[in-house]
């Protein structure tokens, strides 16, 4: 039996100590967090896959570049991680444009077709399933099955979805991303036991996230199931040197204390090369348990085979 890892990365100018996408932290994660991350993929000979938003390819369109040379796959991101521009809050119409722009963007700097997509902030709504399809994309990677702390992030209310999601890879509802159907659409759902399995968890709760990858491992000798690991490089990089102001996001105040003080307050543990130090402990765990590592791309193609 094939035990798959598909270790994930999404790119952005998201900055985590200043809780706010900035270009200044799109530059860091350039020349700081990319060559640290594509390194250690290196050192593990690991294929993966990065979901950029477009408007850190388009401001830096070497990030895109220097993932190429190692079989990396390129995936989109959205446009932009801004909160105004969540799949779940935007129009059918400006969904397509954001995927239309975000896909040629992409396979004009990297040269390879681009069809997988995770949206920002994991945001979607009933209209995505019908953009993503009417503008060429064939997997999705947005669904977080069974992951419990959706109150912590933006549309957290559509994100009870989650709860009742499939945990298995599936072809999608066409109005749906959450539900089984007969659209053309893949999902290939983020690895999550209450917690999600990403890097913030990882460097948050260390141990929890020791337990947690024992119990994805266990599922997977069960049921063959994918572990969908999700990063960034952002978390790589440390600005701890700079003066800290928490950006307010919401005028509501429990949106606030939950959303942007409590969540920026957490985030910031183990950032730069203590997390990466975490990171390396995890995809070691799979290494010896005799784990493939491949794109998504790869792995749904030999799935839907």
Do not use: C
């Not at 419990?148 to 009870?160: T, V």
């Amino acid at each position: 039996m094939n035990r798959s890892a598909l270790f994930t990365n999404d790119i952005e100018t998201t900055s985590i100590w200043f809780n706010t996408v900035r270009d200044q932290t799109g530059l860091k994660v350039l020349k700081e967090g990319m060559p640290l991350l594509l390194d250690i993929y290196a050192k593990y000979n690991i294929k993966s896959t990065f979901y950029f938003t477009g408007y850190i390819a388009k401001l830096y369109p070497d990030i895109v570049k220097m993932t190429i040379k190692d079989g990396h796959e390129i995936a989109s991101h959205g446009k932009s991680h801004l909160k105004e521009n969540g799949f779940d809050i935007m129009s059918f119409e400006k969904q397509k444009r954001h995927l239309e722009e975000s896909k040629k963007l992409l396979e004009d700097i990297s040269g390879q077709e681009v069809i997988s997509f995770r949206a920002p902030a994991l945001r979607v709504n009933e209209n995505t399933p019908r953009a993503l399809i009417e503008t060429g994309y064939k997997i999705d990677s947005s669904i977080a099955s069974q992951r419990f702390d959706f109150f912590l992030s933006f549309g957290g209310f559509k994100k009870l979805n989650w709860l009742f999601a499939p945990r298995l890879p599936y072809l999608t509802s066409p109005d749906s991303l959450f539900k089984t159907g007969e659209g053309p659409i893949m999902e290939i759902p983020l690895s999550a036991l209450f917690f999600p399995h990403i890097g913030t968890t990882m460097r948050i709760f260390p141990l929890l996230t020791s337990l947690q990858r024992k119990g994805m491992h266990l599922e997977t000798l069960l049921n063959n199931k994918p572990v969908v690991f999700d990063i960034h490089p952002n978390e790589f990089i440390d600005e701890s040197n700079e003066s800290r102001n928490i950006q307010k996001r919401s005028s509501n105040i429990i949106s606030y204390l939950i959303q942007d003080w409590l969540r920026s307050q957490l985030k910031t543990k183990n950032l730069g090369k203590k997390g990466l130090l975490l990171y390396e402990e995890e995809i070691i765990f799979f290494i010896k348990r005799n784990y493939q590592f491949s794109t998504i791309k790869d792995y749904s193609t030999k799935l839907r085979l």
